[in-house]
């Protein structure tokens, strides 16, 4: 498809499992950007690719999440040992350049989510 | 550091009347934008709207239109005659340079708005 694709769309894990997230993000998009989004709140931004760098990690909540981008177009987020305090909604974007000028407004488009519950 | 401040956590609005959904923002970058995104219960978050920091006139798509107050530092959306459709929460959101140097949008807590036939 066209648009930023992520699987699953819907993960249930017991407490201290790992999980990992899918991100398929529009093709020729260099940035990639991970959010969460807890109920009733706005997303949080967790991570930022450039290519295949982390150039933004500052949102990630503790060193039981990671995220790779290892060829620059697929990224994966990975959490270690699930609290149920990470059940949420997690979002994926990508943008054209992840700068903006010009006519560029920088927009990012979203996918659908994972949502992620922990028992 | 980039924050945005939604003041309305929810609004009912009779259909076909205006509505106005409050956004005020802070950063130290000159240079920033604002979105205005909406995401109804499915969950996919859907762009409506952006307004540069530079830009001389308040954008408009459609039935929608951003107020911007700069000096007030403020970015409201207003939408007109409102439709059923339009029951979902929405987003206000900053595009800023962070202090990794990168953009990132930092996003509000939401209104979430409801048409009522």
């Known amino acids: 498809g066209a648009g930023v694709s992520q699987t699953p769309s819907n993960k249930v894990t017991e407490k201290g499992k790992y999980v990992e997230l899918r991100c398929d993000p529009i093709s020729g998009h260099t940035a990639l950007y991970w959010y969460r989004q807890s109920l009733g709140q706005g997303p949080e931004f967790l991570i930022y690719?450039?290519?295949?760098?982390?150039?933004?990690d500052s949102g990630l909540p503790n060193d039981r999440f990671f995220a790779v981008r290892p060829e620059g177009s697929v990224s994966t987020l990975k959490i270690q040992r699930t609290e149920r305090g990470d059940s949420a909604v997690y979002l994926c974007?990508?943008?054209?350049?992840?700068?903006?000028?010009?006519?560029?407004?920088?927009?990012?488009?979203f996918g659908e989510g994972s949502r992620l519950t922990v028992l | 550091a980039q924050k945005i401040t939604q003041t309305q956590p929810g609004m009912f609005v009779q259909e076909k009347e205006a509505v106005t959904l409050d956004c005020t923002y802070d950063?130290?970058?000159?240079?920033?934008?604002l979105f205005w995104y909406k995401q109804p219960s499915s969950g996919e978050m859907i762009f409506l709207i952006y307004?540069?920091?530079?830009?001389?006139q308040n954008a408009t798509e459609g039935r929608y239109s951003l107020n911007f107050q700069k000096a007030r530092k403020s970015a409201n959306l207003v939408i007109s005659a409102s439709q059923l459709g339009d029951s979902a929460m929405y987003f206000c959101a900053m595009r800023a340079r962070s202090n990794f140097g990168n953009e990132k949008l930092t996003f509000g807590t939401g209104t979430r708005l409801t048409i009522i036939p």
């Open positions: 950063t130290s970058d000159p240079s920033y934008g």
């Open positions: 974007a990508s943008s054209l350049t992840g700068t903006s000028g010009g006519r560029n407004t920088g927009e990012l488009f």
């Open positions: 307004q540069g920091s530079y830009d001389q």
């Open positions: 690719f450039q290519g295949t760098g982390a150039a933004d």
